[in-house]
């Protein structure tokens, strides 16, 4: 096949370079992008968890794992909505994942290394300013 050498690119065409040798391979498809999680209960709910008894990740996927609170080393995993919204605060810098400890899968009964979930220092502030804001702001509804 003979293109043309220009230097630029011409408008309504596909610019993306040809293999020296093989086939064709169409480019990846773009990542999937999720929606951002609206549910301001949510995010307080998930933000005083990850304060206490806390989150962990646990594998390559970094599957959400919640701590149980009467046992330091035992968690359960979380629902694919609170999954979501740790993965989205961690990514919005409000939590971020903290150093490799063990912990026993609750309904497994084995042991695996996981990362922390924790709340920096210096967002938990801003954090609890936000949760009593929205407090003072609740629409009330009409008895």
């Known amino acids: 096949m003979v293109v043309p050498v220009t230097g ?17 391979t ?3 498809p773009p990542p999937e992008v999720r929606a951002r999680i609206a549910d301001d209960d949510l995010v307080e709910s998930v933000g005083r968890t990850a304060i206490g008894p806390g989150y962990v990740v646990l594998g390559a996927s970094e599957r959400v794992y919640r701590r149980e609170a009467d046992e330091i080393y035992a968690v359960v995993r979380v ?8 993965h989205q605060l961690v990514t919005d810098g409000v939590l971020k994942i903290g150093h490799s400890i063990t912990v026993t899968i609750t309904d497994r009964g084995r042991q695996y290394r996981a990362s922390l979930v924790v709340m920096p ?7 609890d300013k936000w949760c009593r804001g929205r407090r003072h702001h609740r ?5």
């Open 8 to 24: 630029r690119a011409r408008r309504g065409r596909h610019t993306e370079q040809l293999p020296l040798f093989g086939e064709h």
């Open 139 to 143: 629409p009330t509804t009409p008895s």
């Open 26 to 28: 169409p480019p990846p």
């Open 79 to 86: 629902p694919r909505y609170e999954h979501d919204t740790v």
């Open 121 to 127: 220092n210096h967002t938990r502030p801003i954090f």
